[in-house]
Nanobody
Framework: QVQLVESGGGLVQAGGSLRLSCAAS????????MGWFRQAPGKEREFVAA????????DYADSVKGRFTISRDNAKNTVYLQMNSLKPEDTAVYYC?????????????????????WGQGTQVTVSS
């Protein structure tokens, strides 16, 4: 049974930084692409970033490129999202996602709701 537990959210001023962590268990972590998504009040959940199973490739939403960095530590079964230069519009609940199928990252972006396991989310609030 896959379990994903996010941590690291909180309240930060605009221009500040936060690092989110997601600890995974239940499967061989190093076989699966991982992603971060977010959902702001009144909006649909949206893609933020993804990383391949071996950490070799990353992908980002245009809105966070150059500010956010996704990484993973397969020895610790953990994926991270380093968020710098935060803006009020980054305020959202951030969700960790693990691809259901091994060795593929595309479904995380194209059909995440049916292609991933999800964590419970962690709130990030950026004040102006």
């Amino acid at each position: 049974q896959v379990q994903l537990v996010e941590s690291g959210g909180g309240l930060v001023q605009a221009g500040g930084s936060l690092r989110l962590s997601c600890a995974a268990s239940g499967r061989t972590f190093s076989m699966y692409a991982m992603g971060w998504f977010r959902q702001a009040p009144g909006k649909e959940r949206e893609f933020v970033a993804a990383v391949t199973w071996n950490g070799g490739l990353t992908d980002y939403a245009d809105s966070v490129k150059g500010r956010f960095t996704i990484s993973r530590d397969n020895a610790k079964n953990t994926v991270y999202l380093q968020m710098n230069s935060l803006k009020p519009e980054d305020t959202a609940v951030y969700y960790c996602a693990e691809a259901r199928r091994p060795y593929t990252i595309t479904p995380l972006k194209t059909s995440p709701e049916e292609s991933a396991y999800w964590g419970q989310g962690t709130q990030v609030t950026v004040s102006s």
